[in-house]
């Protein structure tokens, strides 16, 4: 290593995953260390997240543009995507057509999040949403347009007004089609962040949706054919690839469930793209709060002997369990599963120690969007233990 005296260098280098680095260099007589750090964005809630839309039944199709590999590995800014993968755990896919493009320089994101890039001639392909595979579906759609032409964002259009929505189309002002049509107003307002939601249930009068920004617009009647139309869901158009009113702007995220969400599961997802995208949506469109019914011990508490804690809360939450203060090992942030306003979270806890004690929980929405809560502390006391472990 030779002598110090001498002088020498050191490089320890912590490289991020993105672009842009500031160089931090610390001096100490001769000895020079060098740390890079990331100031750009990085896949986030993590890639992928699979607890943010726990005790929600049907999701079928998730591509998020920070996680559009599925593994956190990221592609080069500019890339060409091919595939963008789904991160349900249902392995639909999504397949490019006219190249794409991952964006991820300073100019694209959205808040701090990469995009999938279209100028008009690109599209991806994924499921068969129509009525006769599924009657019920809702779609989110986080997009950001860059055109004043008449563009679509998703579709199964086949120039028969089926199921499709269309971010310009008079103005500023998108339709969804259902075999006839409903307005979303300002759907279409170049670079600005836009989240909105369909919600189809086939042939229910009134039974279908449309949400801005987590806002009902319009409720309407699905009655659009429910065979004729493409059988496979295009995202970048209304339709056809190449004919379709391609969409000119970005895309960061598509969420599909194969159900209509009910307004509790739709406020969730609400959370978790209202947080991660700082879409400032209303607190009535978000989840309140992850509150807690109960906080209960599975038995007597003895010394080095497992015993149960429970945490039953209002909403899926992450639960942080602690004894006098410190958190008990193995139970920080255990996802709360159920479903309604019941969500259970469950923590081993083996005391380490003798005499009174303090036990209390943390909850914090899985989700995001919403705000946590603590529990009333529950006081007892740790006895000996008596006979073999």
């Excluded at 490019?96 to 991952?102: E, H, I, K």
Aim: proline share 5%; with cysteine.
């Amino acid at each position: 290593m030779g002598d110090p005296k001498a002088g020498f260098n050191y490089n320890l280098g912590v490289i991020g995953p993105r672009r842009k680095v500031v160089r931090i260099v610390l001096s100490i007589l001769s000895l020079s260390i060098y740390i890079v750090i990331p100031t750009t964005a990085s896949a986030s809630n993590p890639c992928p997240n699979t607890n943010a839309f726990s005790g929600i039944t049907g999701l079928t199709v998730w591509l998020r543009a920070d996680c559009v590999t599925g593994n956190g590995a990221d592609p080069a800014d500019n890339s060409t995507i091919s595939t963008w993968v789904d991160v349900s755990g249902n392995s639909n896919n999504a397949t490019g057509y006219g190249s794409p493009t991952y964006q991820s320089d300073a100019a694209n994101l959205i808040n701090s999040n990469p995009v999938i890039n279209f100028n008009g001639g690109q599209t991806f392909t994924s499921i068969d949403i129509r009525a006769i595979t599924l009657p019920e579906v809702t779609i989110f759609a986080l997009y950001k347009l860059r055109s004043s032409n008449q563009v679509g964002v998703w579709g199964i259009d086949d120039g028969g007004w089926d199921r499709f929505f269309m971010a310009r189309w008079n103005g500023n002002d998108g339709i969804i089609s259902h075999s006839g049509t409903t307005a979303v107003p300002n759907s279409g307002v170049n670079n600005t962040t836009k989240l909105v939601t369909t919600v189809y249930r086939y042939n229910v009068n009134s039974g279908s949706s449309v949400y801005d920004n987590g806002s009902l617009v319009s409720t309407l009647t699905d009655t659009a054919d429910p065979s004729g139309a493409q059988s496979t869901l295009r995202i970048g158009s209304i339709g056809a690839i190449g004919g379709g009113y391609q969409l000119i702007g970005d895309i960061a995220e598509i969420i599909v469930f194969s159900q209509a969400l009910s307004e509790a599961d739709r406020k969730t997802v609400n959370g978790y793209l209202n947080t991660k995208y700082n879409l400032g949506m209303s607190a009535g469109n978000i989840p309140a709060t992850a509150t807690f019914n109960s906080l209960t011990i599975g038995g007597s508490a003895t010394y080095r002997k497992p015993v149960s804690i429970t945490a039953n809360v209002s909403a899926a939450a992450n639960v942080t369990f602690k004894a006098q203060n410190k958190i008990i090992p193995g139970c920080k942030n255990k996802l709360a599963t159920g479903s309604g306003s019941s969500f259970n979270a469950v923590c081993t806890w083996r005391p380490s120690f003798r005499g009174p004690v303090i036990i209390t929980a943390t909850a914090t929405p899985s989700g995001g969007g919403g705000s946590g809560s603590a529990s009333i502390p529950i006081s007892l006391s740790v006895s000996n233990r008596v006979g073999s472990r």
